[in-house]
């Protein structure tokens, strides 16, 4: 049996996170309930990774709305891979609810792509991410 042990940064609560939203996104996983499923079922649940994963999916609309307006004009939010706009949204919430700083959130976000998703990915993130 692989034995969990809670990450205490914010790069690995973000990881998290993504992971959360991602099972939201693909299978309309009620985010708590992801959120416990990620954290392998565990009560521990840290109030950063909650935030914003929550914080995420109950601004989803808002969020989704003002990314598709950053896209140019022949591309639709819906053609982005769920995984990109779960990083899009994500970097929403950090930067305009919970305030953390764009600098850091914009690396962050770059980091997440450049791990999960293809090569254009990071790109397309710093820049609609830079625009907020």
């Known amino acids: 049996m692989i034995e969990y042990k809670i990450p205490f940064n914010r790069h690995e609560m ?21 959120i416990y499923d990620v954290m392998n079922q565990s009560n521990e649940i840290d109030g950063y990774l909650y935030s914003i994963s929550v914080g995420t999916v109950e601004n989803e609309d808002y969020f ?13 939010f819906d053609r982005i891979s769920l995984l990109e706009q779960a990083i899009l949204m994500m970097g929403c919430q950090e930067i305009l609810v919970n305030e953390t700083p764009k600098a850091v959130v914009i690396d962050e976000a770059v980091n997440l792509a450049k791990e999960y998703c293809d ?7 710093n820049g609609i991410l830079d625009t907020l």
């Open 119 to 125: 090569d254009n990915a990071p790109k397309l993130i």
């Open 14 to 34: 973000r990881k998290l996170a993504l992971e959360a939203i991602y099972q939201h996104l693909l299978l309309d996983k009620d985010i708590r309930k992801a």
């Open 64 to 76: 989704k709305d003002l990314l598709s307006g950053k896209l140019r004009k022949d591309w639709s």
